[in-house]
């Protein structure tokens, strides 16, 4: 059973910065493609960052420049590094996990941004 445990969220003012973490209890986890996705609320959950085993990234174009997505094999453990965080970005933000068309998902941390 894959379990991730999202972390780093929190209230920031417009401008801000926060790091979230997503730690997987799973073996081989340099195998999976990991992601961060959004869901404000009425809206639908959304990409926002993706890195795969390879370490090839992709950004949704609404954070690019301002969002990196990493990740430690070492650590089990995928990050996402939110700068110049806008009232726009708040949303609860969940990390993901996949491999070979499985896929799962963590509880989701609350990230608010003041104006």
């Known amino acids: 059973q894959v379990q991730l445990v999202e972390s780093g969220g929190g209230l920031v003012q417009a401008g801000g910065s926060l790091r979230l973490s997503c730690v997987a209890s799973?073996?081989?986890?340099?195998?999976?493609?990991m992601g961060w996705y959004r869901q404000a609320p009425g809206k639908q959950r959304e990409l926002v960052a993706r890195?795969?085993?390879?370490?090839?990234?992709n950004y949704a174009d609404f954070v690019k420049g301002r969002f990196t997505i990493s990740r430690d094999n070492a650590k089990n453990t995928v990050y996402l590094q939110m700068n110049s965080l806008e009232p726009e970005d708040t949303a609860v933000y969940y990390c993901?996990?996949?491999?070979?068309?499985?896929?799962?998902w963590g509880q989701g941390t609350q990230v608010t941004v003041s104006s």
């Open positions: 993901n996990a996949d491999l070979s068309g499985y896929t799962y």
């Open positions: 799973v073996s081989l986890f340099s195998m999976y493609h």
């Open positions: 890195i795969t085993s390879g370490v090839s990234t």
